[in-house]
Structure formats: structure tokens, C-alpha cells
T-cell receptor, first 110, second 114 residues
Framework: TQLLEQSPQFLSIQEGENLTVYCNSSSVFSSLQWYRQEPGEGPVLLVTVVTGGEVKKLKRLTFQFGDARKDSSLHITAAQPGDTGLYLCAGSNSGYALNFGKGTSLLVTP | EAQVTQNPRYLITVTGKKLTVTCSQNMNHEYMSWYRQDPGLGLRQIYYSMNVEVTDKGDVPEGYKVSRKEKRNFPLILESPSPNQTSLYFC?????????????FGDGTRLSIL
């Protein structure tokens, strides 16, 4: 099992602030996904990155895959209360299993 | 609507009483899997299935069984549940196996084993 370390574990910020969440591993991944999970629901896919150095944007969310494909980051600009949730990264090395990090729990207060 | 449906959503039961959590998807996906989510441990894969009649162990398979007799259904069976299986369980499916495939998750089943 390839370990994915997410940081920070918890993050509480005010509306309008910017934040970055990190997902790191010592292993190389062929692809990496980011999910958001809200209370009482299953995770929902936000983005998949597959190329080293790739940057993808989803409105105020910017995702980056490290050049060596061992790490990824999620940056949120001007966070809103609707961004509150658990953010999970998940990596695969072309296998059948998807390995999940433990998640970053984000709380955005008005 | 494309979805993964799990039942029940909540269950409180006692040690040793066999239970089954059902999972059904309507997207004609080949790949299905079960995860458990525990505080501090994250999502861990229990079993997965690449197609009908093809199943394999994930990271934490002990105490669980699965079957895949039809493409749409992938039930999780706890033959003799124990308190350490108290957890939040998720079923997921994707078009086929492969880490870059989007996983579609159900809304979860919260199991409490007393």
C-alpha cells in the first residue's frame, strides 16, 4: 500500500481567505485524484491529474500535480462556507486499488 | 439518475448476528469496491471486483465477504460481526478498473456492532 500523507489534518478559516492543502508521498503515482466529502454523503470527485506538473482549475480551486508525480496540492482562493468539507486525495500506480489519504477537514466560517 | 445505492443507511446490531449491506449501481460499471472509513484512519479498501464473478481482497478484508453475481450488485457480508467492524462503509463503482477512473460513491452505511 502506497501511503499518501495529507496536511494539514484540520483547517478552520474565515470566508474570503485563501488556503492550500497538500498531499505527499514517497511513491510515484500514475494519476492522482481529489475528492470532497460532505457530512452524510460519499466522496465526490473534483479532479484527476495524470501528467507531472499539470495544473487544473475548477472555478476557485486550483490543483497541481508535482513534477515527479509524488505530490499534489489543492489551492482554494477566497474560500466560501460552501467549501466546507473533507478533502481527500487518492493515488494510483496503474493498479486496481486507489489509495486514499486520511483527508483534510476544512471549515469555512462566514 | 446515475447513482450508487446502499442499504441500509444505518444499522445497529449485535455481535455475531450475520448481516448484509447491499450495493447497487445503475451505470453499467465493471469495477466495484467496498471501503470503510474510520476516524484517523481514512478510507481503506475492503474488497473490490473487476467484473462479474471476479473479486479480490483489498487492504482490510478480514471478517468480510463479498459476491458479484450480477454486474450491478456487490453486497458486503459480515458473517459474524464484531465491535471492531463498527464503521462507516462506502460502496463505489467506476467504468472499469484503473486509478484514473472516477469513483462514484454511495452515501454510506453507518454500522454499529454492539
Amino acid at each position: 500500500t502506497q501511503l499518501l500523507e495529507q496536511s494539514p489534518q484540520f483547517l478552520s478559516i474565515q470566508e474570503g481567505e485563501n488556503l492550500t492543502v497538500y498531499c505527499n508521498s514517497s511513491s510515484v503515482f500514475s494519476s492522482l485524484q481529489w475528492y470532497r466529502q460532505e457530512p452524510g454523503e460519499g466522496p465526490v470527485l473534483l479532479v484527476t491529474v495524470v501528467t507531472g506538473g499539470e495544473v487544473k482549475k475548477l472555478k476557485r480551486l486550483t490543483f497541481q500535480f508535482g513534477d515527479a508525480r509524488k505530490d499534489s496540492s489543492l489551492h482554494i482562493t477566497a474560500a466560501q462556507p460552501g467549501d466546507t468539507g473533507l478533502y481527500l486525495c487518492a493515488g494510483s500506480n496503474s493498479g486496481y486499488a486507489l489509495n486514499f489519504g486520511k483527508g483534510t477537514s476544512l471549515l469555512v466560517t462566514p | 439518475e446515475a447513482q450508487v445505492t446502499q442499504n441500509p443507511r444505518y444499522l445497529i446490531t449485535v455481535t455475531g448476528k450475520k448481516l448484509t449491506v447491499t450495493c447497487s449501481q445503475n451505470m453499467n460499471h465493471e469495477y466495484m469496491s467496498w471501503y470503510r472509513q474510520d476516524p484517523g484512519l481514512g478510507l481503506r479498501q475492503i474488497y473490490y471486483s473487476m467484473n462479474v464473478e471476479v473479486t479480490d481482497k483489498g487492504d482490510v478484508p478480514e471478517g468480510y465477504k463479498v459476491s458479484r453475481k450480477e454486474k450491478r450488485n456487490f453486497p458486503l457480508i459480515l458473517e459474524s460481526p464484531s465491535p471492531n467492524q463498527t464503521s462507516l462503509y462506502f460502496c463505489a463503482s467506476s467504468l472499469w478498473s484503473g486509478g484514473n477512473q472516477p469513483q462514484h460513491f454511495g452515501d454510506g452505511t453507518r454500522l454499529s456492532i454492539l
